[in-house]
């Protein structure tokens, strides 16, 4: 199932976020954020933060630490593989696949580096159509309920 929805600022991007993951019941799920620079990943994640009921404003894109952690309801693991090499980003695998069997949430942008696909994620894909307008496709094989209202 795909679902595309539009957005025309930074704040519907991040309300699109909670109410995924709300719709999707918060634990266990992994997000995989594909997108350009400036394109609104980092944004998405901030509304993951908000749909576990922690601080969004303490989110900020792990590029140079690599992974970030945030705890609301459950622990959101975010990750950001931007400046890491191919091989770098095979060494950094078990790790990933470590956050991902484990309990929470795992976001990760730049998953387009991973080499080899993963299963059981979900793909939230990000496209810049000019100012402050982006398409988010969100790709599952889960049911979900996107109409699930934010708080």
Not at 114 to 132: K, M
């Given at each position: ?46 509304g ?15 590029t ?32 990933l ?30 496209e ?24």
């Amino acid at each position: 199932m795909i679902v595309s929805v539009r957005s025309h600022s930074e704040s519907e991007t991040e309300k699109i976020a909670e109410r995924t993951i709300r719709g999707f019941g918060r634990r266990n799920r992994t997000f995989f954020l594909y997108g350009d620079l400036g394109a609104g990943k980092t944004a998405f994640v901030r509304g993951l933060v908000q749909g576990i009921d922690s601080d969004p404003d303490e989110v900020s894109s792990p590029t140079f630490v690599l992974a970030q952690q945030y705890v609301g309801n459950t622990i959101l693991h975010h990750v950001d593989l931007y400046r890491l090499t191919s091989k770098e980003v095979d060494e950094f695998e078990p790790q990933l696949l470590e956050m991902m069997s484990g309990e929470g949430v795992v976001a990760v942008e730049w998953a387009d580096r991973l080499e080899r696909p993963l299963s059981g994620v979900i793909h939230v894909r990000i496209e810049d159509d000019g100012g402050n307008d982006r398409t988010i496709s969100i790709e599952t094989t889960d049911e979900v309920d996107f109409e699930s209202k934010p708080s």
